[in-house]
């Protein structure tokens, strides 16, 4: 099984990833946790562009798309694998965040980003963690490492795209769970629903 878990930075994606890998373990399921971007070659050539707020020209959102889907591909036969040994896959991330983020940028149509994520594994259940901007932006308050897509236009855009995932990939999981709540409230809400 796939569990993706997605939504804006601060949503709180990390934290409920770890406490779910948590709870599912206590019910005795191998669980193997994950996040993207991955931290193989090209997840690290992504976060240096992150984490130095690079931008490389008018067509930033395309190579990134790019970049992204390139890791995933990479990331591909591992995430295979583990569903193969019977492992619970939980995902800090997929493609979803691509078609949320990128499309912000000129050149990134949503039919392109399909395209391009054509042949990669389809969750199971993505879960878009909703919260609004603000507290997005407060909970992100004491990071030391801030990166460009943390600013608030942004996020709001950002918040729009994932608000209308269901519509873009109508074939998909997609479920909206509130999270400007306790950790272990949305856990035990997204375990509820996963009926584990």
Excluded at 129 to 136: F, K, M, N, R
């Amino acid at each position: 099984m796939l569990i993706v878990l997605e939504g804006i930075d601060g949503s709180g994606k990390s934290s409920i990833a770890q406490l779910l890998k948590e709870e599912l373990e206590k019910r005795k399921y191998k669980i193997w946790l994950t996040k993207e971007p991955t931290k193989g070659p090209i997840g690290r050539l992504i976060r240096e562009f992150l984490a130095k707020g690079h931008k490389l020209n008018e067509n930033w959102g395309r190579v990134m798309a790019l970049l992204f889907a390139a890791d995933r591909y990479y990331h591909q036969e591992e995430i295979k694998e583990k569903i193969r040994q019977g492992y619970i896959i939980i995902s800090d991330r997929y493609y979803h965040s691509t078609f949320a983020y990128q499309p912000n940028y000129p050149g990134t149509t949503i039919e392109w980003i399909r395209e391009l994520h054509r042949y990669l594994e389809k969750p199971d259940y993505v879960f878009i963690l909703d919260i609004p901007v603000e507290l997005a932006i407060e909970r992100m308050s004491d990071r030391k490492k801030r990166h460009m897509y943390e600013k608030k236009e942004f996020l709001e855009k950002v918040r729009y795209n994932y608000l209308r995932l269901k519509e873009i990939l109508p074939n998909e999981n997609i479920i909206y769970i509130s999270n400007d709540r306790l950790p272990e409230e949305t856990v035990k809400e997204i375990l509820k629903i996963l009926k584990l």
